[in-house]
């Protein structure tokens, strides 16, 4: 998937979805069994870890300042979690 795909259908499910911020977020949800889809910066500390997840995930071609900048929020992002996809066909384009 190219970054500008990418970038649009992360304004689509932050508009019509739930996502949250964070690594800390992100594990929570993942143990919790509401993770469909994770985003990972490539400059986030534990990205190796997350790489054994066993859940689908996007490795963002950016560091997490840039990834925060695509969300349209003024702080770094390392890990962005979608509980709830909204309109995006992220999970899609994933999938496939």
Same mark, same amino acid.
């Given at each position: 998937m190219?970054?500008?795909?990418l970038? !649009?259908e992360l304004?689509? /499910?932050?508009?019509s979805g *739930? &996502?949250l911020?964070?690594?800390?977020?992100a594990k *929570?949800?993942?143990? *919790?069994g509401?993770?469909?889809?994770?985003i990972v910066?490539d400059?986030c500390?534990?990205r190796s !870890?997350?790489?054994d997840? *066993?859940? @689908?995930?996007i490795f963002?071609?950016g560091d =997490?300042v840039?990834l925060?900048?695509s969300?349209? !929020? @003024?702080?770094?992002?390392s /890990?962005?979690?979608i509980i709830?996809?909204?309109?995006? =066909?992220?999970? !899609?384009? &994933?999938k496939?």
């Open positions: 190219d970054r500008d795909t970038i !649009k304004k689509k /499910v932050l508009n *739930k &996502v911020f964070g690594l800390k977020q *929570k949800a993942l143990e *919790k509401e993770a469909k889809l994770i910066a400059n500390p534990e !870890k997350i790489a997840w *066993k859940i @689908p995930k963002f071609d =997490s840039e925060g900048a969300c349209g !929020k @003024p702080f770094s992002i /890990v962005l979690t709830d996809e909204g309109e995006s =066909s992220l999970l !899609k384009m &994933v496939s």
